[in-house]
C-alpha cells in the first residue's frame, strides 16, 4: 500500500470514530496504531483501513472490538516487583502522614495492578484510610477488573512477584481458588471506586496524594504526552507522588522542574512546585 494514503485513511478512521464515539486517538504513536489497525482489519476479515472505517462507524460490536484491540493490556500482579518494593520503602512513610488518601491508578487495564496496591496498602496498615480510584477509557476491560477474578495458572508468578515485592503475608492470602480461577478477597474492593476515564479527552476529577500512570504514555504522541503531563500534575497535591512506567520520563516534558526525583530507577517522582 502507498504509505501516504495509508496515512490518510488512518487519520480519516480516527478522525471518524472520535467525532462519533468520542474517543481520540488521534495523537497516540503512530507505529503502534497501525500494527493494532492491521490486527483488527484481519480479525474482522476486512481488506482495507476505509473498510474498518465503514464497519465501525456502522458497527457497535466492531467498536468493541476495535476498542479492545487499541488498548494495551500488559499488567501482572505486582508488575516490576522492584516498583513495589521501592513504593513501599520511600512512599508508604509518607502516606502514614497523612489522615486519609487518594490514589488514582490511570489506565488500570483489568486491575492486577490495583488490586497489587490494595494489597501492600492493607498490609502496612494504611487500607482503611485509603481510596483508590481505579480508570480505563474501556468499559469491557473495567467490568473485568471490577470482578476481581484471574486465571489461577498464574498464581505462581504473581506469588514471586510479591514476595520480590517485599510482601509479608501468604499470597495464597488474599484469594480463594475455584474451578481455574483464584477469586480475590472481597475486602481488598471495599476501597476501590473503577470508573471509566480517558486520558486523551477528559479532564481532572479530584486531587490525589498518589497517581500511578504506569506504561501509559508510551502509546502516545508527544503532544498527547505533553497534555497528559498537565492533567497529571494539576491533579496531584503538592509533594503528591506521581509513578511512571520504566520506560517512561519527566525528561524534557514542560513539567520536568516540577518534580524531584524520588526514586530515579523506579521512575517515582515527587511533586515541589
Known amino acids: 500500500m502507498n504509505p501516504h494514503l495509508e496515512d490518510i485513511e488512518i487519520q480519516l478512521l480516527l478522525e471518524g470514530i472520535f467525532r462519533y464515539y468520542g474517543f481520540d486517538f488521534r495523537n497516540y504513536a503512530l507505529a503502534s496504531m497501525k500494527r493494532r489497525i492491521w490486527n483488527t482489519i484481519r480479525s474482522e476479515q476486512l481488506d482495507s483501513i476505509s473498510g474498518l472505517q465503514e464497519k465501525v462507524l456502522h458497527d457497535r460490536d466492531c467498536m468493541e472490538r476495535f476498542l479492545l484491540n487499541l488498548s494495551v493490556h500488559v499488567t501482572a500482579m505486582f508488575r516490576d516487583s522492584s516498583f513495589y518494593l521501592a513504593f513501599r520503602n520511600k512512599v508508604v512513610p509518607l502516606l502514614k502522614t497523612y489522615p486519609f488518601i487518594r490514589i488514582w491508578h490511570a489506565g488500570c487495564s483489568t486491575g492486577e495492578e490495583v488490586y497489587s496496591m490494595a ?5 502496612e496498615g494504611l487500607y482503611h484510610r485509603s481510596r483508590l480510584y481505579a480508570t480505563d477509557m474501556n468499559e469491557m476491560v473495567l467490568r473485568k477488573a471490577k470482578a ?5 495458572e498464574l498464581m505462581q508468578q504473581y506469588t514471586q512477584n510479591y514476595l520480590e ?22 475486602s481488598l474492593k471495599e476501597n476501590i471506586v473503577f470508573s471509566p476515564h480517558n486520558l486523551a479527552t477528559d479532564s481532572s476529577f479530584n486531587e490525589f496524594n ?8 508510551i502509546y502516545f504522541n508527544k503532544s498527547l504526552q505533553e497534555k497528559v503531563h498537565s492533567l497529571l500534575y494539576e491533579s496531584l497535591i ?7 512506567g520504566r520506560q517512561e520520563s519527566l525528561k524534557f516534558t514542560p513539567y520536568e522542574k516540577h ?15
Not at 503538592?238 to 511512571?244: A, T, V
Not at 518534580?259 to 512546585?273: A, D, G, Q
Open 119 to 123: 494489597i501492600l496498602l492493607q498490609e
Open 148 to 152: 476481581g477474578i484471574f486465571p489461577l
Open 165 to 186: 515485592a517485599g510482601g509479608k503475608n501468604y499470597f495464597s492470602e488474599y484469594y480463594t481458588a475455584a474451578y481455574d480461577n483464584a477469586i480475590f478477597r472481597p
Open 210 to 217: 498518589v497517581i500511578l500512570c504506569r506504561n501509559v504514555l
Open 238 to 244: 503538592r509533594f503528591g507522588i506521581l509513578g511512571l
Open 259 to 273: 518534580y524531584e526525583e524520588l526514586v530515579r530507577s523506579e521512575k517515582l517522582y515527587r511533586r515541589i512546585v
